[in-house]
């Protein structure tokens, strides 16, 4: 889902030692054009097969997540997690992780980026952006 790509070695804006991170991946259908999620394997727009994997700006949007508390045995401290949907600004939607704490509340939408982790993670991490400028939706919890 995330791998490296000579032509495209960071995330817009990030520092030059932060551009030899790995770079959020997406799938793009060769026939239509139209942009996917990583998890497709087909286009969901003409039904192709004929899909490529294309870099992606990595930043988006969150549309609905839920904080998530558990423990991986019944001695083991509770831990926090944020799963989220997040509407990339190409358009697909991905299942992401949330790093850090989401704005309690917001009356814009809560904007994200990418970051890359080891290749042991199950979804794509993303870490709340607190610089972007806010719009007119708001994201709702799931």
Not at 45 to 54: E, F, P
Not at 96 to 116: C, D, K, W
Not at 125 to 135: G, H, I, K, L, Y
Request: charged share 25%.
């Amino acid at each position: 889902m995330y791998q490296r790509d000579p032509k495209h070695t960071g995330n817009v804006g990030d520092s030059p030692s932060a551009r030899r991170e790995a770079t959020l991946m997406i799938r793009r259908c060769e026939c239509c054009g139209h942009l996917l999620a990583p998890l497709f394997d087909a286009c969901s727009s003409c039904r192709s097969a004929d899909l490529a994997w294309v870099p992606c700006s990595g930043t988006g949007s969150v549309v609905s997540w839920r904080v998530l508390q558990c423990a991986a045995n019944p001695r083991a401290e509770v831990e926090r997690s944020t799963i989220a949907i997040v509407e990339l600004d190409e358009g697909p939607w991905l299942y992401t992780t949330i790093h850090g704490e989401l704005p309690p509340s917001s009356t814009g939408p809560v904007r994200v980026r990418f970051r890359a982790r080891s290749r042991g993670d199950r979804f794509p991490v993303f870490a709340v952006n607190r610089e972007a400028p806010a719009s007119d939706a708001s994201p709702q919890p799931a």
